[in-house]
Every structure is written in C-alpha cells, then in structure tokens.
T-cell receptor, first 110, second 115 residues
C-alpha cells in the first residue's frame, strides 16, 4: 500500500463547475498537508497548506483535512480553464519526510 | 512568493556523459534543498536532501555515486547525473526551504533526455 493515494484521473469538468480532488494516506504521523498545482513541464507551486483537521479557504480554493479518516480534499469553486493543471497532494511529518500523491490531471473546458 | 530557479529547463545528452543541474534560491537563503524525480503520471519521488556545507542524505535505492549533489552555498545546490543512461531520462525538480515544513518552493524542473 502506498503511503499516499491519489486518483490520477484525468478529470474533465465544464467551466464554472465545483471540482473536488482527494487523497488518502496511511501514515497517521503526517501533520502537515499541502496541495500543489503543476502546469505541464513546470515545477509544482504551493496552493494551500493545512496543519490541523478542518477547512481552510483561500479565494476559490478550500482545503479540507480529516485526520480521523486520513483523508484530505481540495475544492475549487467556479472552476476556470486556467485551473487546468495537475494537482498534487503532499504531506509530511517534518519536511524531510514529504510524500506526494501521483497527481490528478484536471481539465476545465470553456 | 519566493523564487527558486532551476537550470537548464531541458537537456539532451549522449549516453555515458554527465549532466549538471543547478538549483538556486534567488531571494532567500535555503538551509535545505531537496531533489526529486518525477516519472510521467507518477508522484514526485524524493531522491536526496542536502544541507549547506554537509553531505547529502540519499533516499533508499538512490545511487549516491551516480547522482552527485553539492550544496555549495545557502543559495545553490547542484545535481550531477554521472555516466547518464537512457533510463535516467526523467523530469528532475528541486525545492528549497528557508526553514519550516510548509515553506518549500520548487524550481521549474529539468527535463533530461539521454539518447
């Protein structure tokens, strides 16, 4: 079993849709949870990070962590074509142990 | 946000040659830099962690003699792929951290193709 599981997709939605991206993990020691966005042939950029269970909102993005279920989500409201990218979840006990999901490829169609 | 510059973005080399990839933190001092490798449709895989002035810590299964890492200063780390082979073709990404587990900034990545 992988430490971090993420459905690679691809996921295709119409513009304006609400997108839900998810990861599950097995290591209960993970404390920090991050979402990265990666455009094709570029390095990942940090979108959101959370430390505790609950929700964190930033504009159209909401990150949700449920430590009891070992499940994290990223919601994108009013999705735009420019949101088309690969979204990677990542988590860490401390930064030396960061583990990434496989990434979900998202396409938002105009 | 902080900027991490990685160079080159693409490189094609012949089998048996060595390739050096640079990772620079442009506006902060990176106490720790990380090197990842990414295969298509797979997750980022940590190759090694380097701290300025000390030897890199390699992940299990990563050949330290093949992937030489030098963290010469607080703003520069280099990854040298020695005696490259076609199976080394991949996307290599560095990240740099000024400190703290959530402060990780990534470079643009380097697409290495070994022919």
């Amino acid at each position: 079993q992988k430490e971090v599981e993420q459905d690679p997709g691809p996921l295709s939605v119409p513009e304006g849709a609400i997108v839900s991206l998810n990861c599950t993990y097995s290591n209960s020691a993970f404390q920090y949870f991050m979402w990265y966005r990666q455009y094709s042939r570029k390095g990942p950029e940090l979108l959101m990070y959370t430390y505790s269970s609950g929700n964190k909102e930033d504009g159209r993005f909401t990150a949700q962590v449920d430590k009891s279920s070992k499940y994290i989500s990223l919601f994108i409201r009013d999705s735009q074509p420019s949101d088309s990218a690969t979204y990677l979840c990542a988590m860490t006990v401390d930064h030396n142990d960061m583990r990434f999901g496989a990434g979900t490829r998202l396409t938002v169609k105009p | 946000g902080a900027v991490v510059s990685q160079h080159p973005s693409r490189v094609i080399c012949k089998s048996g040659t060595s390739v050096k990839i640079e990772c620079r933190s442009l506006d902060f001092q990176a106490t720790t830099m990380f090197w990842y490798r990414q295969f298509p449709k797979q997750s980022l895989m940590l190759m090694a962690t380097s701290n300025e002035g000390s030897k890199a810590t390699y992940e299990q299964g990563v050949e330290k003699d093949k992937f030489l890492i030098n963290h010469a200063s607080l703003t520069l780390s280099t990854l040298t792929v020695t005696s490259a082979h076609p199976e080394d073709s991949s996307f290599y990404i560095c990240s740099a951290s000024p400190g703290g587990p959530t402060e990780a900034f990534f470079g643009q990545g380097t697409r290495l193709t070994v022919v």
